[in-house]
């Protein structure tokens, strides 16, 4: 919310259950106040069997949008009367949109933002020459993969606790995503062009997937969408072993900038050091 904020003010806001540690509001209502625009974005945390009735509330422009997250993306999706491709593809959207005639439109913008992330923090990556594993099944993986077929990855492999969510992934993406066994993971990560921990290990400072990043070639890219620590133990391994890394905050970042052009119809003004904010926020050094 800015100093300006006035009964015309357009209202955006974040849904996840809890949301209490959710960056978005802090990042949202700096580019607010930095763009000098009538607006606010605030957070929501409905009970996780209210989201429904909590979206149907919104229907008709009470707000102009809501990101969407844990665990309601792909209840999201469900009550949309229209979505982009990567949405659909993904299963899951963290970006809803309450047109004025009733409608809502959905969009999944963490793909796009990991795929910017990785642009910024491993320039001159080259993703149509480089096979992906994904550690990690969930609604994180599911828009990682789909944006990442897309967007023209020659192979995905999925490897994840819960063998039957990878399976799950593939069935609704198909073509070059396959699900595997941890026994396959040693082999695809020695041709690996880039590995993703898109499970919650290493949240709050544990320790990250137990895969050998060692094996991976040596110009590969390691990403962790986990950004509490910054410097999660599998990017300190990757590190270790000399490969580039790419870290979950970036990502959060870049898929933050998609929404707040849709939601408030201008891009973020790039005077306000959002990185600076959120690391701040995080209590970590910049990198
Ligand atoms: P989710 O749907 O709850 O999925 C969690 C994933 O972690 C599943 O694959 C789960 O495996 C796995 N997992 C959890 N505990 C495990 C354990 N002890 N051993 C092995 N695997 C385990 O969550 P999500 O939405 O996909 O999010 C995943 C992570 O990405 C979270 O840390 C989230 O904060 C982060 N994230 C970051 C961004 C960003 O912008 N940086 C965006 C989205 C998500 P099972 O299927 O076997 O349970």
């Not at 106040?33 to 409905?46: C, E, I, Q, S, T």
């Not at 229907?59 to 491709?85: H, M």
């Not at 593809?89 to 005639?101: K, P, Y």
């Not at 973020?268 to 926020?281: F, K, Q, T």
Request: hydrophobic fraction near 50%; charge should be negative; proline fraction near 6%.
């Amino acid at each position: 919310m800015s100093a300006t904020t006035t009964g015309a003010a357009i209202v955006a806001g974040v849904c996840g259950q809890p949301i209490r540690h959710s960056m978005s509001p802090a990042i949202h209502n700096a580019w607010i106040a930095a763009a000098g625009l009538d607006a606010a974005y605030v957070p929501f945390a409905p009970g996780e069997e209210n989201f429904e009735a909590f979206v149907e509330g919104l229907r008709g422009g009470a707000i102009r949008g809501l990101n969407v997250t844990i665990p309601f993306k792909e209840q999201a999706l469900a009550c949309a009367n229209n979505c982009s491709d990567l949405a659909r593809v993904a299963g899951a959207a963290n970006l809803l949109i309450f047109e004025a005639d009733g409608t809502i439109r959905a969009d999944n913008t963490d793909g796009p933002g990991l795929i910017q992330a990785i642009a910024a923090q491993a320039p001159g990556f080259d993703l149509a020459l480089s096979p992906v594993v994904i550690i990690g099944a969930g609604g994180a993986a599911r828009g990682a993969a789909a944006a990442l077929a897309l967007a023209g990855a020659p192979r995905i492999s999925i490897v994840n606790r819960t063998v039957a969510r990878a399976e799950a992934i593939v069935r609704s993406i198909g073509g070059v995503v396959e699900a595997v066994s941890d026994g396959e993971l040693d082999a695809l990560l020695g041709q690996a062009g880039l590995v993703i921990n898109a499970t919650s290990l290493g949240l709050g400072g544990g320790p990250g997937p137990a895969a050998r990043l060692e094996l991976t070639p040596k110009n590969a890219v390691v990403v962790d969408m986990v950004y509490k620590p910054l410097h999660t133990e599998f990017l300190r391994r990757a590190e270790a072993a000399g490969r580039r890394t790419v870290d979950g905050l970036e990502m959060l970042l870049r898929q933050a900038i998609p929404s707040f052009e849709a939601f408030f119809g201008v891009k973020p003004p790039i005077s306000v050091d959002v990185r600076a904010l959120a690391l701040a926020r995080l209590g970590e050094a910049a990198r």
